[in-house]
């Protein structure tokens, strides 16, 4: 959808996914660092924000795909026509959503069933993104400089944090890597905006989109988006810490009271399953 | 060989090689969750299917280079003749057709001998798919752009492919891994049909090779292939577990009896195994 | 800044933060090799050396970005004026200053905090040397060959230093990667001087851009500038080593004495820390 | 050196180096295959062979840059004269030299002292085929196709024995990951034959440098090396480890003999040695 709204709603998208990412690593990464070493029983709240995180990407898909397809130019489920492609665009759109609704499905999966190997969901989300990455590639030729060069810009977004997320195939629960993933994902939102206001710019002039010093421009402001995504996810993390800490003062004392009684009988069983899990 | 059976003979190959892999990798990760955790004994069965495996290979890649140099317009094993090359076309595919050979020559070989090291089947098959994107590529210079692109595409399965070979070597025994292998074979021989469909038309008219809006369906195309080919080693997957799982339900009572008895004999034998084999 | 100038105190700064790093890694290295297993207490000095290293990167980025801004040629925080972007090749230099002060304050972060998770000033190092090669890579367009292709080749030592200290997030206290890495700082930083020197020599005629032998000496001379890196490095470890060797010895005899009497009572604990820490 | 000599020499260094490096490693592996775990003390044959093979490598590369450097229509070590630069091929040919001496001496140093850290070899290696590589890429432009293409090919063979050698930087005594590099090399030496032959035949007509098909063939030849490359690599491997087991069949009952009065006092300080060195 060529307009601003055709960007800002993937936009939104990804900015609300990334600062949901940030807020759920830092607070996996806070009950690993206050686990005794023995444990990994997922707790029954993380595995709910998985289900609610996962169904969202499906019906977030879903909704996308019938928009892509039902709006009013949208090619209305038709394909070839005519002896001509109808409104390929459209169907580029719906595939890209398409994946990322694989990817809820699998993370529903993997964490409903034990049987799913771990490592699905992030597999999964990395295909996603390779496959938007993809078809991006191949959507820029034949456009004007700026048009393309914005455009390629957002592919390394794209394309870093497909890699990020294939790392954490073998890589799991490094909390330096899933907030690079988050903040990956920021900047692909926030990037979204930017060419939306380049390209369609809700007031004032249209851009020059063969001028150099443009470009010039547009290729820096991609750092200066790096920057502040960098920024949201270090200042949503430590708000995150804080005030789970806070909150979790009070529950503490409690807390300790129960696990001194029943370490004696659980420890030697929490062992058990350490050793079996590595 | 440019025609149509020209690309569904290998595209039934790398379909037919696909499932079996997955079929293969289940029963492993079937096998493997199902062990205590000191044994690391393979069954004979697998052993068996990894000749059976390795000797298909060495035969089909045998009567394809055979069918390549000796077919009525073939080389007839001539490479040089008259001052010009003979259809190098043939050759280069009878090129493929040996590494692939060779491959299933190393899978008999690392199965059979405890002494060839683990790791050396899985790098043949790596530069197996290697050197076949590798010829691929300097084949498809000078063509149209839509035969040129819808080779490339093909380029990004069996590389990939081939990345994933090469990292088995390492990374040993992971499902993920395993089955994205799997399922980069399926995409790859689906997408050899999609070649011959869309360059040699069985009905209809040809399509028009220098349109961009061809370019951009295929590439989506490519991507509809990749998710159909995801499906495909999902459904496998799940199939065969469950086929193996009720199968195995009357076996079981039968083998933990007798696991009972022989428990204190092996153990400690199993676990001296398995510090020498990490 | 483009004059010798320009390229000179750039090239400075890398050189000394190259030749800092060889010396702070293989303080750190003798200290490891002369722990015994179980201790991993970081002893002060580091931590110090850690807080000025920080400090100096934030403290040099301000400066540099300030001189950027205000020097009389320069922007004087105007970005956009009259319809065109105000010296935006100062706001790309600001803009790379600015990466280097984010890694000093993760540096500054990770050092003092021990919620901020271990990698993250290695990440922060890899991003600014990746911003830096990133806006370099836009820069270059539209150059005379011999000054697009000195660029080029600095960047390979950017983007080598970037993958190198990316590594090093997963694979911490590894000598030989810190060594490259303080080495492609070396090298950057005298691979800036040569910049300078060839494109805007202090004395003689200036060297034709165009011509190709002048392209293909430049390239052989990056591989004799990568060799006096490398030298350096070697140089500088041995001397720092040696160095603290002979300080350190006689120390030790008190060390070891202190050692005897308090090692009965710390193996129990220091073997606890080693095992959580793992 | 522009001639079949030029090219037969570095090919005859390589292939030698190959083999060379395929039995050194065979003999590596039988000898931890024949260990006990816990000891891991390098017998002092295989100390011997790394000295001399550094030290050939010094005085090869030494040889290598004096004829170079005063061959009759050499540059004489003079390097800018009458305003243009004197022979640039001779001079990084000798630059390459350089860089493989510099290896030679990492070679001898790592195995020579104890300081130097395990991994400086094969980083010296790596970066010697790196810098070979590089100055390679930078010198076939301008040239006819066929003579470009050819060398590109070589390029294939140098950039994965560069990578090949890093990896083992980090994965150290991986036996597939050894005899791969000793492949690359074998191949790299077989190749400049082919490059000698194509380009400056012995006998017969010159090879027309602008036909396509030759370019084809050549793509196909390559693989054809690398096939038989893998060849040289499984014969020579097997060759050496039945000649080494049938020669150590004696000395073996003589050994078990002693290691049985040995192994009492012996094994407590060899599990000391290997927790030590993981």
Redesign the interface.
């Known amino acids: 959808m060529a307009n601003f709204g055709g960007h800002a709603i993937p936009g939104s998208f990804f900015l609300l996914y990334g600062f949901w990412l940030t807020v759920k690593h830092i607070l996996h ?1 806070y009950w690993r660092s206050r686990q005794p ?1 023995g444990r990994h029983i997922t707790p029954p709240l993380f595995t709910k924000m998985d289900y609610v995180e996962g169904g969202l990407l499906m019906f977030g898909s879903f909704v996308g795909i019938m928009v892509e397809q039902f709006v009013v130019d949208g090619p209305h489920a038709h394909l070839y026509n005519d002896n ?2 109808v409104k ?1 665009m459209n ?2 759109h719906s ?1 890209m959503y ?2 990322f609704g ?1 990817s809820g499905v699998a993370l529903v999966c993997s964490t409903g069933w034990k ?1 799913v ?1 771990t ?2 969901d992030h ?1 999964a989300i990395s ?1 996603a993104l390779f ?1 938007e990455g ?2 991006f590639y ?2 820029v ?2 456009r004007p400089p700026l048009d393309a060069h914005i455009h390629s810009l957002l592919l ?1 977004a794209v394309f870093a944090g497909s890699a990020c997320s294939l790392l954490e ?3 799991r629960n ?4 899933e907030q ?1 993933r988050s903040g990956l994902f920021i900047l692909q939102g926030s990037w979204f905006y930017q060419i939306g206001f380049v390209l369609y710019p809700l007031s004032g002039p249209k851009w020059d989109e063969e001028m ?6 547009v ?2 402001c991609f ?2 988006h ?2 502040a995504a ?1 920024l949201s996810v270090v200042c949503t993390s430590s708000m995150t ?1 804080f005030t789970v800490k806070r909150c979790s003062g009070r529950e503490r004392d409690i807390e300790i009271g129960m696990r001194d009684t029943s370490s004696n009988s659980s420890s030697h069983k929490a062992l058990l399953e350490d ?2 899990e590595d």
Request: hydrophobic share 65%; aromatic share 18%.
């Open positions: 990464h070493k001509s492609w390929l169907w580029q595939t398409l994946f694989i049987l190997s490592g699905v597999l295909v496959v993809f078809l191949f959507h030729h034949n390394v195939v073998f890589i490094n909390i330096v890597l690079a150099h010093a443009n470009l010039m421009f290729t820096m750092c200066w790096l920057a960098l810490w050793s079996e």
